[in-house]
């Protein structure tokens, strides 16, 4: 197999890079592999595209209840469920053939999914022509991920394997949510606080939002800031705004750092004692394959809410109880040593560096 199909939607930023870092993986596996990495929300018009990917930023950032209600609402037969349906299938009847025809023109031999949209009927579609996959972003799935139609499903916890397993689908396997190559080279916190100008005698704490810059940042960074034995570092991601009113009201404190978005992640967890940040499935795999202790803040009611849930209840995270006294609790944590061992043995246990080898690998050995 030379050639993959790698198929995501814009709908928040853990999708895509899914998809990305198995096309990573693919491509230094075999410098003759090729490989397409598509957003299928590209074929919609304008006006439907921006709707869903920036209605779901908007409602991340400012009204997350709504989207847990679609997401509570649509995961369960339901009214609400059945006219998202109807809608999604009218949608991939007008708009899937288009995807079929670059996928077609790119010559894959293989198509995976990271988003629900449009999965599980391309595959009825095309089952008889060309194997289909689906991989998961979260420890935990929604009813619009599971199906029998695909070739193989990959999931990231025993949790998720029992989902399928109640709606009588079998190929299903846990090999964890697909990082990129880098963290599977650890870098030690030395080398990224040097690289990273940060002070190397201090605790430091990363905070992120996300990809989209999410949550409760401002008040946790300023409960952060008056601590002044701890070096704070803050993500804002693709939130110009929230960069924009950090870095000017923290300009000139040494103990604060603010960065918008970041193409080297992996470094700052690697310089980091512990991150506090949003349940974003993606980020916290990355997060655990630094083998970072984990304090999360306010997740956005479904996905973030069932991850930030599964760590918890697997030891490998803390919730944050306070956004106004982040200091207190990140303290408790990392002054802690039996607490921290627990954390970080929970941390350990659920890490995944090399999940996207892992799929590659079961995809490739696929009858």
Known sequence: MKSIAFLYASEGTGHKAAAENLREWFLEEDPGNSALCLDVLEVLPFWMRAFVSKGYILTARHAPWIWGRFYWGSDKPSLQASIFDKIHLLLCRLYLPKIEKLVSESGAETVVFTHYFGASIFAERNRLKIPVFYVNTDFVTHRFQRSPLFSASFAASETALEQYRVDGIHNVYDTGIPVSKKYSTPISKEISREHLGLDQTKKTVLVTGGGIGAGPLPVIVSSLA??????????????????????????????????????????????????????????????????????????????????????????????????????????????????????????????????????????????
Do not use: W
């Open 226 to 367: 008056k601590e002044k034995s701890i070096q704070t570092v803050v993500i804002c991601g693709n939130n110009a705004s929230l960069y924009k009113n950090l870095s000017s009201k923290y300009d000139g404190m040494e103990n604060v750092r603010v960065k918008s978005f970041v193409d080297n992640m992996h470094e700052y967890y690697s310089a980091s004692d512990l991150a506090l940040m949003k349940p974003g499935g993606l980020s916290l795999s990355e997060a655990l394959s630094s083998k970072m202790p984990l304090l999360l803040m306010e997740p956005v009611p479904g996905q973030e809410q069932l991850n930030m849930d599964f760590l918890c209840n697997n030891k490998a995270a803390r919730r944050l109880k306070n956004n106004g006294g982040a200091a207190k609790e990140v303290l408790e944590i990392l002054e802690n040593k039996k607490v921290l061992e627990e954390i970080l043995s929970g941390t350990e246990k659920l890490a995944r560096p090399c999940a996207a080898a892992n799929i590659l690998e079961i995809i490739k050995n696929q009858k």
